[in-house]
Nanobody
């Protein structure tokens, strides 16, 4: 079992920055592919970013590419999402997710049903 606890959300203005954190426990961090998803009111949960179990490969949805950076530290078993140049359309509940497999073999990591473990979510609100 993996426990994920997010933190770092809040209310910011357009073009501000935020860094989300996700502390993981229960399995070796190096065995987990990790991802960030988000869900806005009235919309389906969507993929934001994913990082490989080694921390060497990262993937993003097009709308956040160049603005968001996903990273991880195995020593602290923590996942991060640095969000810069925030826009009102980034407003959502952000979820950390994990699955005990390597990040290879197609784009499965963009599908939320492929992740086994989820955090409780943290609200990010960007005002215009």
């Amino acid at each position: 079992q993996v426990r994920l606890v997010e933190s770092g959300g809040g209310l910011v203005q357009t073009r501000d920055s935020l860094r989300l954190s996700c502390a993981a426990s229960g399995r070796p961090f190096s065995s987990l592919t990790m991802g960030w998803f988000r869900q806005a009111p009235g919309r389906e949960r969507e993929f934001v970013a994913a990082i490989s179990e080694t921390g060497h490969s990262a993937y993003y949805r097009d709308s956040v590419e160049g603005r968001f950076t996903i990273s991880s530290t195995s020593a602290e078993s923590t996942l991060y999402l640095q969000m810069n140049s925030l826009r009102p359309e980034d407003t959502a509940v952000y979820y950390c997710a994990a699955v005990a497999r390597g990040l290879y073999g197609g784009d499965w990591y963009t599908r939320d049903q492929r992740y086994a473990y989820w955090g409780q979510g943290t609200q990010v609100t960007v005002s215009s």
